[in-house]
Every structure is written in C-alpha cells, then in structure tokens.
C-alpha cells in the first residue's frame, strides 16, 4: 500500500507539487488523491518520548518491596500453622507483635502516631469483642474451601498490593482486605476465640502497620529498605523451614526470581523496545 501511495505521488502533475503546503487534515479539498501520502507525513511522529532507561542494581533494589509482601504473606500462614499446632500461644503471639508495633511507632512516628495508635486501639478493641462471632463464621463452610479462599485472598493482596509504581490494579484497600478476609478465614479454624483475636491482630499489624511503617523508613532512611527485605526473607524462610522444606526452597526460589531473574529479563526486554 505505501509503495503504491509512492507511486501515485511521484504521478502527481506538476502544479499539484506546486501547491501550497499540505495539511494533515480530512474536511479539506487539498487537490490530491484520496491515497496521497505527502512527505511531512511523519514529521511530527515521536517514537519512545517517555521511555524510562532501567539499570539492573537500581531494578533489584526496587525489588525489594515485591519481596518483603512476599515474606510478610508466608510470615503470616507460617504463624497460623505453628497456632494450629499448638507450637505458638496466641498470648505470646499478641504480646510480640505488639511490642514490635509500638516500638515502630516510638522510633518513626511517635508526635503524629499518637492517633493512629488510638485507631488502631479502638479496631483491636471490636475485633476482641467480636472473636466469638469470627470464630463460629465459617462452621457451615469446609476446611478445604476455606484454604482456598484465602490462598485466593492472600494472592490478591499480592497482586492489589501498593508497590510504589503508579497503576490502575493497585489499591490499597483491596489489598488489606483480601488480607484481613484471608485472616479471618484461616482464624476461623483456630481452637478458641482469643486464638482468633491473636491472627487476626497479627494480620491487621502485618498487613496494615507495617506496610506504612516500611514506606515511612524507605522514605527517610532508603538504606534501611535493603535492611528490611533481608530481615523478613531470612524470618519467612526460617520459619517455613522446619515446616516444609520444600515450601522454604520454593520460596528462595520465589525470591531470587523476584530479586533477580524478573530484572535481568526487564533489562534484556527493553532493549527490544521500540
């Protein structure tokens, strides 16, 4: 078709070429043929205005978000399956993350955290009070459709999860409560009540804390994030490891995938981009 567009633009009489300058615009009898193709045709065509160069360490680092969510999911199924097998008392399961929870507070957010600490008092406060109602919520569902569920759920807080890059997938919202649902239906299947309130206070602290007091460090002390993703791999995967050591190999797997493979081949990619 452009060959012929040539063609029939080199067979163009005279004083069509000496017309005045051409314009790209349809509601305009120009004096040429319906398939003139002008040679300013593409002047004004940009190719990758906005195109962003990556450096593969820079990839890496950035990485790092992917995999502290990764760990703080597998934290978090690691700590109901020690519950579920009496390994872990819910008391001292609330205790330290508590613990955890204001010391983050008291380091990074002591002037404006206080009323985000009453917040977070007051949805502890409902969430004690309705454990015995979260505990009996899924008795008519199955065990089985009930870890489906949350591997589901615990997927979409993944995938919904804020990583620091501007999309229409990402919410915040959607993410913690996929988490929180997921939370609620693995506590659920837990033996009493205050277990129930232990998860799923460990999941709001996890789930919901965390993730800010981890955007608040990358902020002010953006060396402290390497910190972080080591930190919790090294915690996820020692704590998977006496469980199954086959999920804990399959989660370094995960993890050097995320670090190092996904960047190398976003790299490689980019070059094909045109």
Same mark, same amino acid.
């Given at each position: 078709?452009?060959?012929?567009?040539?063609?029939?633009?080199?067979?163009?009489?005279?004083?069509?070429?000496?017309?005045?300058?051409?314009?790209?615009?349809?509601?305009?009898?120009?004096?040429?043929?319906?398939?003139?193709?002008?040679?300013?045709?593409?002047?004004?065509?940009?190719?990758?205005?906005?195109?962003?160069?990556?450096?593969?360490?820079?990839?890496?680092?950035?990485?790092?978000?992917?995999?502290?969510?990764?760990?703080?999911?597998?934290?978090?199924?690691?700590?109901?399956?020690?519950?579920?097998?009496?390994? =872990?008392?819910?008391?001292?399961?609330?205790?330290?993350?508590?613990?955890?929870?204001?010391?983050?507070?008291?380091?990074?957010?002591?002037?404006?955290?206080?009323?985000?600490?009453?917040?977070?008092?007051?949805?502890?406060?409902?969430?004690?009070?309705?454990?015995?109602?979260?505990?009996?919520?899924t008795d008519s569902i199955s065990t089985d459709t009930i870890y489906a569920m949350t591997t589901f759920m615990l997927a979409m807080n993944l995938l919904?999860?804020?990583?620091?890059?501007?999309?229409?997938?990402?919410?915040?919202?959607?993410?913690?409560?996929?988490?929180?649902?997921?939370?609620?239906?693995?506590?659920?299947?837990?033996?009493?009540?205050?277990?129930?309130?232990?998860?799923?206070?460990?999941?709001?602290?996890?789930?919901?804390?965390?993730?800010?007091?981890?955007?608040?460090?990358?902020?002010?002390?953006?060396?402290?994030?390497?910190?972080?993703?080591?930190?919790?791999?090294?915690?996820?995967?020692?704590? =998977?490891?006496?469980?199954?050591?086959?999920?804990?190999?399959?989660?370094?797997?995960?993890?050097?995938?995320?670090?190092?493979?996904?960047?190398?081949?976003?790299?490689?990619?980019?070059?094909?981009?045109?």
């Amino acid at each position: 078709m452009a060959s012929n567009n040539v063609k029939c633009n080199d067979n163009l009489p005279d004083e069509i070429k000496r017309r005045t300058v051409w314009r790209k615009v349809l509601y305009k009898d120009q004096g040429v043929p319906d398939n003139y193709v002008d040679e300013s045709f593409l002047d004004e065509m940009r190719k990758n205005l906005h195109t962003r160069t990556y450096q593969f360490w820079s990839v890496v680092l950035e990485s790092g978000a992917v995999s502290q969510q990764i760990s703080s999911v597998a934290i978090f199924v690691a700590v109901f399956v020690y519950m579920d097998l009496g390994a =872990l008392t819910p008391s001292a399961l609330f205790v330290f993350a508590s613990v955890l929870t204001f010391i983050g507070y008291i380091l990074f957010d002591a002037l404006d955290g206080l009323d985000d600490l009453k917040s977070c008092l007051l949805v502890l406060m409902s969430v004690f009070v309705l454990s015995p109602v979260l505990k009996t919520l899924t008795d008519s569902i199955s065990t089985d459709t009930i870890y489906a569920m949350t591997t589901f759920m615990l997927a979409m807080n993944l995938l919904l999860y804020d990583y620091g890059t501007r999309a229409a997938i990402v919410s915040r919202s959607a993410s913690l409560n996929a988490s929180i649902f997921a939370s609620v239906c693995l506590a659920s299947r837990l033996p009493s009540s205050w277990h129930v309130f232990a998860t799923v206070a460990f999941a709001m602290q996890l789930f919901a804390l965390f993730p800010s007091l981890r955007r608040q460090l990358k902020m002010h002390l953006p060396s402290s994030d390497k910190f972080v993703t080591w930190v919790l791999v090294l915690v996820a995967i020692a704590m =998977l490891w006496p469980l199954s050591q086959l999920f804990a190999v399959l989660l370094v797997l995960v993890h050097v995938a995320v670090t190092f493979v996904c960047p190398f081949w976003l790299i490689k990619l980019q070059g094909l981009k045109k």
